[in-house]
């Protein structure tokens, strides 16, 4: 799919505020109402835009602790190591990797035992054959 200038400048828009009313995109677009709904939804027709999200608060992201987990897995166990990170609430992401691990879990918690309960629980698992945690003391740029 082709994207314009002003398609980027929308979806960075969004990405800051995803309620932003479409007559106040309009007018930070320098676009009609009508011009910037049907940018939208063709964006969304397209897969560009998967679906919006809530975005946690400066306040709220502070007050949680959080890590990176390397995970090292068993031999054909990714699927099923997926779906059992999945349910763990703290995981917040899950990405596949290159080198010596095979996942990063970023995990957040609002203590250093809940934390440290979620680690346990991913140890736990089945097909994980072992992790090394990393706790993030802050975060220098989040883009």
């Known amino acids: 799919m082709t994207m314009s200038d002003k398609d980027r400048q929308l979806l960075s828009i969004l990405s800051e505020n ?4 479409t007559a106040m995109l309009a007018r930070k677009l320098g676009l009609s109402r009508t011009t910037v ?7 969304e027709r397209d897969g560009v835009i998967a679906g919006y999200g809530v ?3 400066d306040n709220f ?9 390397l995970i090292t897995l068993a031999a054909k166990a990714l699927g099923r190591v997926t779906q059992e990170l999945q349910a763990i609430a703290d995981v ?5 990797v290159s080198g010596s691990f095979d996942m990063i879990a970023i995990v957040a918690a609002g203590s250093i035992s ?11 698992i089945d097909g994980v054959e072992k992790t ?12």
Do not use: F
Request: charged share 30%.
């Open 18 to 21: 995803a309620r932003m009313p």
């Open 37 to 43: 709904q049907a940018k939208i939804e063709r964006l």
């Open 55 to 57: 975005r946690l608060s």
């Open 61 to 69: 992201e502070s007050g949680q602790i959080k890590a990176h987990v």
């Open 92 to 96: 917040r992401s899950v990405h596949s």
């Open 114 to 124: 809940e934390l440290d309960s979620a680690i346990d629980k991913i140890g736990d």
């Open 132 to 143: 090394l945690s990393s706790i993030i003391l802050s975060t220098r740029i989040n883009r």
